[in-house]
């Protein structure tokens, strides 16, 4: 019981994502071997029912986040930032995901959801200026890249067109340059506008 009493201290008796004070309850941050300040936190019905996915999201809901984010609680971190991922056709979501600084372990952590969690950690392709990359996309090159092995010139300043996204990698595109098909990094690459 000891470990509640310390949430409930510093949550204030308040739901530490949306400040309601709604009934709460402990929410512990998996993966996790031992319970603790750290990797638990406490949270009103509202916010568990649509983390576990037992209700639809509301995305006014979960503006909260763009406070809780910064708190320094690292369990507080990664929930936050894996709704922030869950709600990315948000444009406020994903802004503030870009400003979401989180330590390596931390962010590790985050991406180490369960398999029940897998869609919450959703990453996504982005250009050098943060900018979501979808298949099809038209992109300059921002640097000349070096193609081991080939005389291609990949220059900066080059269009390639018709982008595929690397599965499985969100630091990789693959796009055709002089009939060639070959692997980008998305920070070498700017997004295109139509
Ligand atoms: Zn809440």
Known sequence: MKLQEEL???SENKCELCQSGETLKIY???PQTENNVANCLMICDTCSAQIDKKEAMNANHWRCLTTSMWSEVPGIQV?????LNRLHNESWALDNLDMLYLDEETLAWAKAADDDDNDAVAEFHKDANGN???AGDSVVLTKTLDVKGSSLSAKLGTVVKNIRLVEDNTDQIEGRIEGQVIVILTKYVRKQSN
């Open 8 to 10: 409930l201290q510093r």
């Open 28 to 30: 512990e941050v998996q």
């Open 79 to 83: 929930v936050s930032w894996r709704m």
């Open 132 to 134: 979501l990359l979808t």
